[in-house]
């Protein structure tokens, strides 16, 4: 059986994967997505959609998808629990299959009273776990969650995301055991920047038998000043800066903090690399696609591979 999308084909044939964020897009016009985006082409093997990223609004992580699938390349559809009933997550779901999209990777979201618009309803009618289970019993078992069977089952690699700096961190390795079983194919990560911490999640992850079972791709952030570092550290929930990070870019001038930001991320793609059980890296530069082209070169991970791989289901993750 052939894996269901190229991003999937690589991780199953073994080839340690590149994938990077698209900028939220605050237009209707597919030029704004197509403009941000081709800098990323050949340069990673598959670029993640965002889904009103922060609870903040911006183009619809199925439209931003479809416009890569047209341009020909291959884009990671995140999609909320968050903003949806059960009907319009299944909904967007089969809709995302077939317009193309075959990567899918899925969450709760972030709390609106974390966004722009902190007066919305969040609605979670159903939770991530659910969410990934919900996918799977339309692409295994042909049917909805209602029990009601689909006329052909959608095409899709499952994914979620995983926190391993939010605490209580002994619970954190568990919740990825959790979103395996529900069916997650393969994890994004929060941002790496505390190696030790994320060391000690990997080992733990390891532990329980998971490294088997799961693909799982760590996030590099690519900081781009001081003040930006600063920012992660005290206003992102969840994330580990180091204080050591943080130094390294006030050491330099403004205008050679960028620089040393690109140092910073190539080094940690280094780390994480030699860390076992880790298939890949999510480059994430905000705005900033040339820091991700940056990274990717400086680190070793070009060229990309070209031509489509195929693999067999089944075996490994």
């Not at 994938?19 to 209707?28: F, H, I, K, P, R």
């Not at 997550?89 to 609106?112: E, F, H």
Request: aromatic share 6%.
């Amino acid at each position: 059986m052939r894996t269901p999308s190229r991003l999937a084909g690589l991780l199953h044939a073994g080839r340690f994967v590149v994938t990077a964020e698209l900028s939220s897009v605050d237009s209707g016009e597919p030029e704004a997505v197509w403009r941000r985006v081709e800098p990323l082409r050949g340069v990673v093997d598959a670029v993640n959609c965002t889904d009103n990223t922060g609870a903040h609004v911006h183009m619809s992580s199925l439209a931003a998808a479809h416009l890569l699938v047209e341009k020909g390349i291959e884009p990671i559809m995140q999609l909320a629990a968050r903003d949806r009933n059960r009907l319009a997550l299944q909904a967007d779901l089969l809709g995302a299959a077939a317009l193309g999209v075959r990567n899918i990777l899925l969450m709760s979201g972030d709390d609106v009273t974390a966004g722009d618009h902190p007066e919305a309803r969040s609605i979670y009618d159903i939770d991530s776990l659910q969410l990934l289970q919900v996918a799977r019993n339309l692409r295994d078992r042909g049917t909805y969650l209602s029990g009601r069977r689909l006329e052909s089952p959608p095409v899709f690699f499952v994914g979620a995301v995983e926190n391993p700096f939010a605490p209580p961190l002994d619970f954190r390795p568990f919740r990825l055991q959790k979103k395996v079983e529900a069916g997650a194919e393969f994890i994004q990560t929060q941002l790496v920047f505390d190696l030790a911490r994320f060391h000690a999640f990997m080992g733990r992850v390891e532990d329980l038998g998971l490294l088997e079972r799961v693909f799982v791709i760590a996030s590099i952030g690519i900081p781009r000043s001081a003040r930006g570092t600063h920012f992660m550290k005290e206003k992102v929930p969840g994330l580990s800066v180091p204080d050591d990070v943080i130094r390294r870019m006030e050491s330099v001038p403004p205008l050679q903090q960028p620089a040393e930001g690109i140092r910073i991320a190539i080094e940690l793609v280094e780390a994480v690399r030699s860390i076992r059980g880790i298939s890949g890296v999510h480059l994430i530069g905000i705005k900033w696609e040339e820091g991700v082209v940056r990274v990717a070169q400086g680190a070793g991970l070009l060229p990309r591979p070209v031509a489509e791989v195929v693999a067999t289901v089944g075996g490994g993750a």
